[in-house]
Nanobody, 122 residues
Framework: QVQLVESGGGLVQPGGSLRLSCAAS????????MGWYRQAPGKERELVAA???????NYADSVKGRFTISRDNAKNTVYLQMNSLKPEDTAVYYC????????????????WGQGTQVTVSS
């Protein structure tokens, strides 16, 4: 019922910038929190940043001061501006929509995007 479509990944040199976007579509009534997670080879998936519908944000310590998460509630879209990228930021980045209320079913649901590769290398 809900799809999350990510875009904006790619290859960038250390110190460079990328902007990820994730648009949620479907029978959505509301979304509580949207966020970005990442998973590097051989590592567990970890939270990068999250933002609530009210604008409260949460960041992993490793990205504070470099990454900025923002959200357009009207478009059900979340963005991640990544600056001063480091090789250790290399990972597959996944978009998450948490506590999604649907127009056609009761309850709250959790959805994930398909992932977008971010590679930081010279």
């Amino acid at each position: 019922q809900v799809q999350l479509v990510e875009s904006g990944g790619g290859l960038v040199q250390p110190g460079g910038s990328l902007r990820l976007s994730c648009a949620a579509s479907g029978s959505i009534f509301s979304i509580n929190a949207m966020g970005w997670y990442r998973q590097a080879p051989g590592k567990e998936r970890e939270l990068v940043a999250a933002i609530t519908s009210g604008g409260s944000t949460n960041y992993a310590d490793s990205v504070k001061g470099r990454f900025t998460i923002s959200r357009d509630n009207a478009k059900n879209t979340v963005y991640l501006q990544m600056n001063s990228l480091k090789p250790e930021d290399t990972a597959v980045y996944y978009c998450n929509a948490d506590q999604v209320a649907l127009r056609i079913l009761p309850g709250l649901y959790d959805y994930w995007g398909q992932g977008t590769q971010v590679t930081v290398s010279s």
